[in-house]
DNA sequence: CATTTATATAACCTTTTAGTTTTATAACTT
DNA sequence: AAGTTATAAAACTAAAAGGTTATATAAATG
């Protein structure tokens, strides 16, 4: 693991489907490891590593309810991720930008065409 | 790789700090595999290989111009990562907010505290 | 056409990842 | 104290990741 920055383990730990969809899950409220293992096929140890790899990124944190470790949802890692976006954040803008543009040219074009073609009728 | 959704491949491609730092360079421009590969202490068919990761994970495209290759980053993975936060974006919000709060409460806090000194001085 | 320059591919090695089954631990229940 | 429930740890396996060196390809240049 030895992640050197946070982010490494951020990604990593996101890079898997089972991982976010535990997340998603969490979302909804704390979950012990049997209810979040619950929908999918893959052993209780097999989730086990799955909390622990989400764990040791920061993404979630345990505590303790008798018997059962409810796991909860930790926001600063996400909100690392989306800082780390910024700096890229510029790039789709500008591209929903251009776009915009287009669909308004478009559209122009489009009444200017009806326009034509309702004095030629 | 074999990556389900895109997502997988996404995310994957940025636990890597080598890839992180090669797109962060592309943002100034597009570079040619020797340039991208200049900063690093590994070969160039290291830096090959996380090219193409990232060209699978569909972050950049390459071109040609004589013998290169030029890199240049594509902004729609990232923008897809910017949506999949959006799930979570309320979390670091509601921290924030609470942390904003907590500040407020305690410059008021320091005003009484200088008034009441000041009254009984 | 031989050489150089830029990049990709192949073959290999080591470490990590993601899963398995089996076993241990911890806390509650009877 | 014995059994049950919830979770973790151990030991193993297979595949993938990230690196290496050596070699091949592609395009320009002398």
Known sequence: MLSTS???ATFA???????RAILARLLEGEASVLELAEPFA???PAV?????VL??????TRGRDAQRRPC????????QVNHWLD???TLWEAKFQRLDTLLEELKDEEKAMKAEGG???
């Open 6 to 8: 946070g982010l490494d």
């Open 13 to 19: 730990a996101l890079a898997d489907p089972t991982r």
């Open 42 to 44: 893959m052993s209780q």
């Open 48 to 52: 086990s590593k799955h909390l622990k």
């Open 55 to 60: 764990e040791n990124a920061g993404l979630i």
């Open 72 to 79: 909860r949802i930790e926001v600063e890692p996400l909100s």
């Open 87 to 89: 700096r890229y954040r």
């Open 119 to 121: 004095n030629e009728a």
